[in-house]
């Protein structure tokens, strides 16, 4: 499994949200992603270091380098924009 998403299942999607100040949906949209926000791949944010540290009070610690490869190759995998939800047709004025 994906360590962005083991570690926030493990920490818990509202405590996270508390430490970040996010509302839990936007943690849990890392989660089902399984990726952080690109801003952490360049160095503006650190959510891997915080996780990384708060994962030590759980059963399955992770490291800064396994979040930060794991968000990497999650990127790579799914670019922004590519939800793999279809837009819909709307309504075409007659």
């Not at 509302?23 to 399984?34: C, E, L, N, T």
């Amino acid at each position: 499994m994906n360590t962005v998403k083991t570690a926030i299942e493990l920490i818990g999607l509202s405590k996270l949200a508390r430490e970040f100040d996010y509302y839990p949906s936007a943690v849990q949209k890392w989660r089902d992603d399984g990726r952080l926000p690109r801003t952490d791949l360049a160095g503006l944010t650190r959510y891997a270091h915080v996780i990384a540290e708060l994962s030590q009070q759980t059963s399955r610690p992770v490291t800064v380098e396994q979040l930060l490869d794991d968000t990497r190759a999650a990127w790579k995998a799914r670019p922004a924009g590519k939800s793999g939800l279809r837009k819909s047709k709307g309504i075409r004025a007659a």
